[in-house]
């Protein structure tokens, strides 16, 4: 699985600096506030992290990105929150806490394009849950999988002033259940291009039949498939709760 640099960082955080108060009501609802903490995994820039915290949820946060990290860092000095991070691989995750409850937001799970890679993610979450630990799981089928788009151009503005504009190419292999996204990052201050930065990143993706069987094949009982945190228009989203 790879990891966001410093350039892709500084691009994520400045498109969706803060979940919407849609996807945090939703994550507040599900989520225990008294059995424990919880675990945000791929927790990234702290987007949805910091609000949760700020509505007075217990959470951790954990992400394989040291860019990533340093931004949920920056974030939660700046909101005046504390709370542990931790820079892991969800895969052989091995923290000195265990929780009431973990959640994967905004379709971070599919990051984990292959299937062991999924098994042993859900298997290393499960070990760290006090059972009847709940787990959360925001997933989507891309309504390009049949319809590939073409190259997009995006350019957003930093808090700092500069622009930071992003040209990826992603290729559908319908029949690999495979997403991958070559992006370019580039940076620029005034009218000079001061940084670049290239990513490449694979994705898959499940049915509602799918993601129960994979759920079930790592000890999750109580599965269930719900209305996705944050609905969009990009394909069919919906979300998984669980119970250790």
């Known amino acids: 699985m790879s990891a966001h640099g410093i350039l892709g960082a500084l691009f994520h955080d400045a498109e969706e600096p803060r979940a919407s108060d849609l996807e945090v009501a939703w994550y507040s609802a599900h989520l225990p506030r008294m059995d424990g903490p919880?675990?945000?995994?791929?927790?990234?820039?702290?987007?949805?992290?910091?609000?949760?915290?700020?509505?007075?949820?217990?959470?951790?946060?954990?992400?394989?990105?040291e860019a990533m990290l340093a931004t949920c860092r920056k974030r939660l000095e700046a909101s005046g929150v504390e709370t542990e991070l931790f820079r892991q691989n969800v895969t052989a995750l091995n923290l000195p806490f265990r929780y009431a409850a973990a959640f994967v937001a905004g379709g971070s799970f599919q990051l984990?394009?292959?299937?062991?890679?999924?098994l042993d993610a859900l298997l290393r979450i499960r070990a760290h849950l006090i059972e009847p630990g709940v787990l959360l799981l925001d997933l989507f089928v891309p309504g390009g999988a049949e319809h590939p788009p073409g190259a997009a151009v995006v350019?957003?503005?930093?808090?700092?002033g500069c622009r930071i504009g992003l040209r990826s190419e992603t290729v559908f292999d319908v029949d690999l259940r495979r997403i991958?996204?070559?992006?370019?990052?580039?940076?620029?201050?005034?009218?000079?291009?001061t940084a670049r930065e290239d990513e490449t990143l694979a994705l898959t993706w499940y049915t509602e039949d799918e993601a129960l069987t994979l759920l079930a094949d790592a000890g999750y009982r109580d599965i269930r498939i719900e209305p996705a945190a944050r609905p969009r228009d990009d394909g069919r989203h919906f979300a998984v709760t669980a119970r250790a």
């Open 180 to 193: 991958d996204v070559t992006s370019r990052y580039e940076r620029r201050d005034r009218h000079t291009i």
């Open 112 to 118: 984990l394009s292959d299937s062991t890679a999924a």
């Open 38 to 65: 919880v675990l945000d995994v791929m927790a990234g820039s702290g987007r949805l992290l910091v609000p949760l915290l700020e509505a007075g949820l217990r959470i951790h946060g954990v992400d394989l990105s």
């Open 155 to 160: 350019e957003v503005r930093t808090v700092e």
